[in-house]
Nanobody, 126 residues
């Protein structure tokens, strides 16, 4: 059974940093592309970043480019999203998602991902 669990969210002041983790179980992470998404209240789910199964493709939304970094450790079955220079507009619930059908690709289209975590809240506020 594919399971994803996000952690690392919390309350941080503007300009601060957080490192989100997505722990995978029940499947071989090497065979899956991973996406990070976020959803703020009243807004649609937004694709933030993604990484292909073997690290050769990554993508960042313009809103986070230069501030966020995605990485994966297939041996530890974990994907991280390092978030620096956080802004109030980064406040949202952050989700990781996985899919094997697109494992060599890097997509931030929510409906192509078959497995999702429960989300972790990130709040950026002074």
């Amino acid at each position: 059974q594919v399971q994803l669990v996000e952690s690392g969210g919390g309350l941080v002041q503007p300009g601060g940093s957080l490192r989100l983790s997505c722990a995978a179980s029940g499947f071989t992470l090497d065979d899956y592309a991973i996406g990070w998404f976020r959803q703020a209240p009243g807004k649609e789910r937004e694709g933030v970043s993604c990484i292909s199964n073997n690290d050769d493709k990554t993508y960042y939304a313009d809103s986070v480019k230069g501030r966020f970094t995605i990485s994966r450790d297939n041996a530890k079955k974990t994907v991280h999203l390092q978030m620096n220079s956080l802004k109030p507009e980064d406040t949202a619930v952050y989700y990781c998602a996985a899919d094997s059908a697109i494992q060599t690709m890097c997509l931030v289209t929510p409906w192509v991902y078959s497995s999702w975590g429960q989300g972790t809240q990130v709040t950026v506020s002074s």
